[in-house]
């Protein structure tokens, strides 16, 4: 995916409108939008906004690591892992990552000074037991994965915590957090079914039409996301927030949830201060062939900020 580098004023105008999120009960023009001609506009206006490398000069706060690991991606994990090592200016003074127990002991090796724990160990029994009675089998690692990162934040995590898919690798320098304030990335990646979770969950809150939160990663602020969890607990009768996601999520859906969705637009909204918006630059990549020498090429390129390994690429 190549970035946009340069469009007229009024494009990147139209596009931030397309972006930005539309309060409930108004009217929503934003809708009539073709889906081609909104994802051209957005894309301009994202072209515009600075990314978490153009901070690499401010100050850089600490952050902890959490690295979600699904059997797929072991062998690419630890690439991730020396990308953030190497190109993240805010230093990591903890990082945790979480594998299958099955998996432990293939991935302590080459996670040397990580605390390594089992996803059974992370996620508390009766939560893995709702997530098994509502979740399709194919389906539970993902919704598992979603889960693992808002229960590490909410009860581990002593600070802002990066949450970063281990399939996804750093190629430049970046800043994503300074002081309190987190870098917040916006997206394409639009799908609809995190959208009406979200919209059960918080009928309230502004929602775009045509941009996302979802940028494989996200810094998740603990003290933050225990107000949200409060608000999603208020709003379904004092039930266990896990217990009304999974209420609400569409089962019949393969991908019916998203971690940094949900926080991402009630942080956007309810917390603006404390987030700075900046576009997600990624390119999805195969898996096949050289792939350290050709990651090294892309090192340093000024319109791409991570590349994505992704299994089904080369499914």
């Given at each position: 995916m190549e970035w946009?580098?340069?469009?007229?004023?009024?494009?990147?105008?139209?596009?931030?409108?397309?972006?930005?999120?539309?309060?409930?009960?108004?009217?929503?023009?934003?809708?009539?939008?073709?889906?081609?001609?909104?994802?051209?506009?957005?894309?301009?206006?994202?072209?515009?906004?600075?990314?978490?490398?153009?901070?690499?000069?401010?100050?850089?706060?600490?952050?902890?690591?959490?690295?979600?690991?699904?059997?797929?991606?072991?062998?690419?994990?630890?690439?991730?892992?020396?990308?953030?090592?190497?190109?993240?200016?805010?230093?990591?003074?903890?990082?945790?990552?979480?594998?299958?127990?099955?998996?432990?002991?293939?991935?302590?090796?080459?996670?040397?000074?990580?605390?390594?724990?089992?996803?059974?160990?992370?996620?508390?029994?009766?939560?893995?037991?709702?997530?098994?009675?509502?979740?399709?089998?194919?389906?539970?690692?993902?919704?598992?994965?979603q889960f693992l990162s808002l229960v590490h934040v909410l009860h581990n995590a002593g600070r802002p915590c990066l949450v970063w898919d281990a399939d996804t690798v750093m190629v430049r320098p970046q800043n994503l957090l300074s002081g309190d304030q987190a870098s917040l990335a916006i997206s394409l990646e639009h799908h609809h079914p995190y959208f009406r979770l979200i919209r059960r969950?918080?009928?309230?809150?502004?929602?775009?039409?045509?941009?996302?939160?979802?940028?494989?990663?996200?810094?998740?602020?603990?003290?933050?996301l225990r107000v949200l969890i409060t608000e999603i607990e208020a709003g379904a009768g004092g039930k266990a927030w896990w217990q009304a996601i999974l209420d609400h999520v569409d089962s019949q859906e393969p991908s019916c949830m998203a971690d940094t969705e949900l926080y991402g637009q009630w942080v956007r909204h309810r917390w603006p201060d404390r987030v700075r918006l900046v576009a997600f630059r990624n390119v999805p990549w195969s898996r096949r062939g050289g792939l350290p020498s050709r990651l090294e090429a892309l090192a340093g390129r000024r319109r791409i900020d991570s590349v994505s390994l992704h299994w089904w690429i080369d499914a």
């Open positions: 946009v580098i340069s469009a007229p004023p009024a494009a990147r105008l139209l596009g931030g409108w397309l972006a930005r999120p539309v309060p409930v009960n108004h009217p929503a023009p934003q809708r009539l939008a073709p889906r081609r001609v909104a994802d051209i506009l957005v894309r301009s206006y994202l072209a515009g906004l600075p990314t978490a490398g153009d901070f690499v000069s401010a100050e850089a706060a600490d952050l902890e690591l959490f690295l979600r690991i699904g059997p797929r991606d072991i062998e690419v994990a630890p690439l991730a892992l020396k990308s953030l090592r190497r190109y993240l200016v805010n230093p990591l003074v903890r990082t945790v990552v979480a594998v299958p127990a099955s998996h432990v002991a293939d991935v302590r090796q080459a996670f040397a000074g990580a605390e390594i724990v089992a996803d059974e160990d992370l996620l508390p029994a009766e939560l893995a037991r709702a997530i098994a009675r509502v979740v399709p089998p194919g389906r539970m690692g993902w919704v598992r994965q969950l918080l009928p309230d809150l502004p929602l775009p039409l045509w941009s996302s939160m979802v940028a494989h990663h996200m810094v998740l602020s603990p003290d933050l």
